[in-house]
């Protein structure tokens, strides 16, 4: 009942001027929490995965997990394939029950990134209610397989975002405006809201068509994170925050229990603080109560 693609929640938000919470999660207490944090906030969600999880459980036991938390859920859930760059893995997930694909063909040339882009739209259109997320310009830090650094990071040209949107035929779209993967070195990252406010103009302004996405989420201000929503941003990633809160939670859970040996325990502190995460980051994006 709640299993749908990112496409068709997104373009609610953007005409909500609200983003889905897309949050990376690594292992099933994860995603468990991600889940009731957002039923409990009657928010929509996006669950992603990026490839190296998605390998290590297995794109088969990742959907399988997604199908029967998003079955029995009250709000519409997708799962994200974040980040892949492997065309034929986009394929895999996509037939494993992945409902919106990220390829990340954006090292590649123009040319060779829409070729990619396209064959994996092409696919998952053919499957059926999967919707793809293509990616121009580059993202800087680390996000699982993908690194690029800073110096070799590029932002999205407006005019190519255009070319790249009509020629692939993606239904969601990630430009690069300087967001950056990881932990910011400074609280006040220069981000390019120009460049971001005539993508979604060029694209979106006669007509909403392809929402947009905005990478790397931790660290940014919550006036940031509001300006970039307010611009068109409607998928909305945060992935490092995540990682931080499951090991320093559990760091902190061991070091004050030395005598415990009873793992479920350390799964429900780990839980507790993902769940206050994701409840801080939905009532930022303004997606609670957005689940109807
Ligand atoms: P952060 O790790 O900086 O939150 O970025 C997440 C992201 O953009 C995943 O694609």
Redesign the pocket.
């Given at each position: 009942m709640a299993i749908v693609n990112a496409k068709e929640m997104m373009l609610k938000a953007t005409a909500e001027k609200y983003a889905v919470g897309?949050f990376?999660c690594t292992n099933l207490i994860q995603m468990e929490a991600v889940v009731e944090a957002a039923v409990e906030a009657k928010a929509p969600l996006i669950l992603?995965a990026?490839v190296a999880p998605s390998k290590f459980l297995g794109p088969q036991v990742i959907g399988a997990i997604y199908k029967t938390l998003a079955e029995s859920a009250p709000i519409p859930i997708c799962l994200h394939l974040?980040?892949c760059n492997d065309v034929e893995f986009c394929k895999v997930c996509a037939d494993a029950g992945y409902t919106n694909i990220m390829i990340d063909a954006s090292k590649q040339e123009f040319s060779e990134n829409i070729r990619q882009t396209k064959e994996v739209v092409d696919y998952c259109h053919g499957l059926g209610n999967i919707s793809v997320e293509g990616e121009l310009g580059t993202?800087s830090?680390v996000?699982d397989q993908v690194k690029v650094a800073e110096d070799e990071a590029q932002l999205c040209d407006p005019e190519q975002a255009l070319e790249f949107v009509d020629q692939t035929g993606i239904d969601i779209f990630a430009p690069a405006i300087g967001?950056?993967?990881?932990?910011y070195k400074t609280k006040n990252p220069k981000l390019d809201f120009d460049r971001l406010e005539k993508i979604a103009s060029l694209i979106n302004g006669q007509q909403l068509r392809v929402p947009l996405v905005i990478?790397?989420?931790?660290?940014l201000q919550p006036d940031v994170a509001k300006k970039l929503v307010s611009l068109g941003g409607s998928k909305f990633?945060?992935?490092?925050?995540l990682?931080h809160t499951l090991i320093d939670t559990t760091y902190d859970y061991i070091s004050g229990h030395r005598d415990e040996y009873n793992p479920g325990k350390i799964d429900v502190a780990v839980k507790e603080a993902i769940k206050d995460k994701i409840k801080y980051w939905i009532d930022l994006l303004g997606c609670a109560g957005k689940a109807q």
């Amino acid at each position: 009942m709640a299993i749908v693609n990112a496409k068709e929640m997104m373009l609610k938000a953007t005409a909500e001027k609200y983003a889905v919470g897309a949050f990376n999660c690594t292992n099933l207490i994860q995603m468990e929490a991600v889940v009731e944090a957002a039923v409990e906030a009657k928010a929509p969600l996006i669950l992603q995965a990026s490839v190296a999880p998605s390998k290590f459980l297995g794109p088969q036991v990742i959907g399988a997990i997604y199908k029967t938390l998003a079955e029995s859920a009250p709000i519409p859930i997708c799962l994200h394939l974040d980040h892949c760059n492997d065309v034929e893995f986009c394929k895999v997930c996509a037939d494993a029950g992945y409902t919106n694909i990220m390829i990340d063909a954006s090292k590649q040339e123009f040319s060779e990134n829409i070729r990619q882009t396209k064959e994996v739209v092409d696919y998952c259109h053919g499957l059926g209610n999967i919707s793809v997320e293509g990616e121009l310009g580059t993202v800087s830090g680390v996000e699982d397989q993908v690194k690029v650094a800073e110096d070799e990071a590029q932002l999205c040209d407006p005019e190519q975002a255009l070319e790249f949107v009509d020629q692939t035929g993606i239904d969601i779209f990630a430009p690069a405006i300087g967001t950056a993967h990881g932990v910011y070195k400074t609280k006040n990252p220069k981000l390019d809201f120009d460049r971001l406010e005539k993508i979604a103009s060029l694209i979106n302004g006669q007509q909403l068509r392809v929402p947009l996405v905005i990478h790397g989420g931790t660290g940014l201000q919550p006036d940031v994170a509001k300006k970039l929503v307010s611009l068109g941003g409607s998928k909305f990633n945060v992935s490092t925050d995540l990682k931080h809160t499951l090991i320093d939670t559990t760091y902190d859970y061991i070091s004050g229990h030395r005598d415990e040996y009873n793992p479920g325990k350390i799964d429900v502190a780990v839980k507790e603080a993902i769940k206050d995460k994701i409840k801080y980051w939905i009532d930022l994006l303004g997606c609670a109560g957005k689940a109807q």
